[in-house]
């Protein structure tokens, strides 16, 4: 099912597509992704001074990382990343990451947890960026109450979930299993300015309001696609040029959703620029969102 132009939220089918960060170091962000979170190289380009290199898994483009080394690096009170969140199909998937991961020396483990909804491993890249690694509990296991979806942060042991679930099968794999990204958290200045730009503008719909400092959002009943928190940056204003977060990508699965959007942005007097087959638009902070039509090739990621 898509959406019409007149529909306020977005389409059940919407999903998140590979994040772009500004690094000041592209061989070694590259080498640690590769090393830590088993992604592959898949195609680079240069323009002008910068070069921009796409990894992933398979086929699906999962990062893509932007040489800009004039740049300051990341301030972790400025609105941006949170976190990336990688999404994996199993237990043995993500176990066979985190065991990588928790190995490079490059990075910083930071914790896990399970959020009845998945179970969650966090890492924070050499340059500050966060990153997620995650499954996904079954969807019919989740709690609804009051129209929310519970979500909650109690401990995961690492090395249990590790004895349980890794094996050599799926280390040896590597980046031939699949991954992706499942959503995307972010730090805003306001939790109330994201809801009005992400739930009212873009269309995802709140699916946790109750967690303080913290508004948790999605399209189709999922469980988030995106968050935004306060937590380090309650009060910034809009982004300084930095490293770190240079665009959030979502992808809609039809031209009739990105005309729904289209319409939403325009009566709020949010500027944009649509191409045909996506539309780009900054949140109050300055941060970019790309939404775009299905079948991206890392061509066009490699142009935005």
Do not use: C, K
């Not at 300051?72 to 991961?101: K, N």
């Not at 491993?121 to 960026?129: I, K, M, Q, S, V």
Request: proline share 6%; aromatic share 8%.
């Amino acid at each position: 099912m898509t959406s019409t132009p007149t529909d306020r939220s977005l389409s059940p089918s919407t999903s998140m597509d590979a994040v772009t960060l500004r690094v000041g170091d592209l061989e070694q962000m590259t080498s640690y992704y590769t090393g830590a979170f088993a992604l592959a190289p898949l195609e680079e380009r240069t323009r002008g001074t910068e070069v921009h290199r796409v990894l992933g898994r398979g086929t699906t483009p999962m990062l893509r990382l932007v040489h800009t080394p004039g740049l300051p690096p990341v301030d972790p009170r400025q609105a941006g990343l949170f976190h990336t969140a990688f999404l994996f199909d199993d237990a043995p998937s993500l176990a066979a990451t985190v065991y990588r991961a928790a190995q490079d020396r490059r990075g910083s483990f930071v914790g896990s947890s399970d959020h009845l909804v998945s179970e969650a491993f966090y890492f924070t890249d050499p340059e500050g960026n966060g990153v997620e690694l995650y499954t996904d509990r079954p969807r019919e296991t989740w709690v609804r109450e009051r129209g929310q979806i519970l979500m909650t942060t109690t401990f995961l042991d690492p090395n249990a979930y590790l004895r349980s679930h890794l094996t050599q099968d799926a280390y040896d794999a590597g980046p031939s299993l699949a991954g992706r990204v499942g959503h995307v958290h972010l730090q805003v200045g306001d939790v109330a300015t994201a809801r009005d730009f992400y739930v009212d503008a873009l269309g995802f719909e709140a699916t946790l309001s109750g967690y303080s400092g913290a508004l948790f959002a999605s399209a189709g009943g999922y469980h988030h696609h995106v968050a935004m928190n306060v937590w380090n940056s309650a009060g910034a204003g809009p982004r300084a040029a930095s490293l770190g977060l240079g665009d959030v990508a979502i992808t809609v699965p039809g031209r009739e959703d990105l005309d729904a959007l289209v319409a939403r942005l325009r009566s709020r007097g949010l500027q944009h620029a649509d191409d045909g087959r996506s539309v780009v638009v900054h949140d109050p902070w300055g941060t970019r969102v790309t939404l775009s039509l299905p079948g991206t090739t890392t061509d066009e990621l490699l142009a935005r």
